[in-house]
């Protein structure tokens, strides 16, 4: 019976790993804004906070390339069941925690197997028939995180009206939900698995990786990257009110409108404009000069420039990060291709423990130093990918992909 019910294609498999994602981020957007509310009943100073965030990338830093090797081998699919069973199981366990070692727990359980975005990523990769098609995919990806970005903080603001726990008790479920939907309707697409010894050493791909000078250029842009966003999001709404005197309130509708941008960026202009007219190589080297600008306009203490820069930067944030995935796996052999989507993820963990301890460094020098030192950051990688890039090409692995029956 159990067998019937699998073969039995009732939901779209891409439906299943955008509702993955979609989870994924909604908890993300739950937690900003309740988070510090919640964490206070536990009277616990505020640093406590930001080591909630930083303990969840650590150990993501740590899992994801080994998830992303184990995924070469055995496949797509029981990765992305183990990791959306440890996300479901470490969200209920910091709702329903008495104390603060619980809450800590709860992060670390969902950080170990945090694989769901980075093998969600892989799977439409398998699936995707070109070029064109893989970045499409990833904007799919790309969108769903812009819509759970905008639905989060509001979802997350009115469950915790009702009670400060429930927010974290829905994901919990939901991701419970997909974790069975999965395990029931979601199909191998990873036919081009390797017989490598898979290493628990966690540094081992990054090393890896890091000997292979042909991509090394593509990989530091893209930790440089992750630092520039995340040092600048650290103080963000220190920022405003600081600068401008904005309330909370005026923080999570400017959080919503670069939700509405990355949406609407990712669903409709990636397609019908960005692919459509421009190589992706082109985009992801010269889109950085009006992303390096941006941020640098966002430093200048005018309420008119800071939301321009927040606009352009929403914008060039959403399309670079679906291209410059896209043009980095490019490189990637078919059978390493989990590993090598494990490592950006790792980078980009790395770059979210990074980002906020230069952000708020520089921030206690001045206030508007985070966002110059964002655009100077950005700078740095558009020189760096410019010198670089001609020198290597991708190689051309997509073929038409063959889903495997359950």
């Given at each position: 019976m159990l067998k019937n019910i699998k073969n039995q294609k009732i939901i779209s498999p891409k439906a299943i790993i955008l509702f993955t994602v979609f989870l994924d981020v909604l908890g993300i957007g739950l937690i900003i804004p309740i988070l510090p509310?919640?964490?206070?009943?536990?009277?616990?100073?505020?640093?406590?906070?930001?080591?909630?965030f930083a303990t969840f990338s650590l150990f993501a830093f740590f899992s994801a390339p080994i998830l992303g090797m184990i995924s070469d081998r055995v496949g797509r699919r029981p990765v992305l069941i183990i990791s959306l069973a440890s996300s479901a199981f470490g969200w209920l366990i910091f709702a329903f925690s008495k104390t603060i070692f619980g809450l800590f727990l709860g992060r670390i359980i969902d950080g170990s197997a945090a694989g769901n975005i980075s093998t969600a990523q892989n799977y439409l990769v398998d699936i995707s028939k070109d070029e064109k098609d893989r970045t499409k995919n990833l904007g799919l990806i790309g969108a769903v995180f812009g819509i759970s970005f905008v639905i989060g903080p509001l979802v997350g603001g009115v469950l915790s009206g009702i009670n400060m726990k429930l927010p974290f008790i829905i994901v919990g479920l939901m991701?419970?939900?997909n974790?069975?939907?999965?395990?029931?309707?979601l199909p191998e697409t990873n036919?081009?698995?390797?017989?490598?010894?898979?290493?628990?050493?966690?540094f081992s791909p990054?090393?890896?990786?890091?000997?292979?000078?042909?991509?090394?250029?593509?990989?530091?842009?893209?930790?440089?990257?992750?630092?520039?966003?995340?040092?600048?999001?650290?103080?963000?709404?220190?920022?405003?009110?600081?600068?401008?005197?904005?309330?909370?309130?005026?923080?999570?509708?400017?959080?919503?409108?670069?939700?509405i941008i990355i949406s609407l960026n990712q669903a409709f202009f990636l397609r019908k404009v960005?692919?459509?007219y421009f190589k992706e190589s082109s985009l992801m080297i010269y889109l950085l000069i009006p992303f390096a600008i941006g941020y640098i306009v966002m430093s200048i203490p005018f309420k008119f420039a800071f939301i321009f820069g927040l606009i352009v930067t929403a914008f060039c944030n959403s399309t670079l990060r679906v291209v410059m995935n896209s043009q980095i796996i490019g490189f990637s052999n078919k059978n390493e291709q989990g590993e090598m989507m494990g490592i950006l993820s790792s980078?980009?963990?790395?770059?979210?423990i990074l980002g906020p301890i230069v952000g708020g460094t520089v921030y206690e020098i001045h206030s508007s130093l985070p966002f110059v030192s964002a655009g100077i950051i950005i700078f740095i990688t558009f020189i760096f990918i410019f010198k670089a890039y001609k020198k290597i090409k991708p190689r051309a692995h997509i073929e038409t992909p063959q889903v495997e029956a359950i």
């Open positions: 509310f919640y964490v206070e009943s536990f009277d616990v100073p505020d640093f406590v906070i930001t080591m909630l991701a419970s939900i974790t069975v939907l999965a395990y029931f309707f036919n081009n698995r390797n017989n490598k010894k898979i290493s628990l050493n966690p990054i090393i890896k990786a890091f000997k292979n000078k042909n991509i090394l250029p593509l990989y530091l842009s893209w930790l440089l990257f992750g630092i520039a966003i995340s040092l600048n999001q650290s103080v963000f709404a220190l920022y405003i009110g600081k600068v401008f005197s904005w309330t909370v309130v005026a923080s999570g509708f400017l959080m919503t409108l670069v939700g960005w692919l459509k980078l980009m963990s790395l770059s979210m």
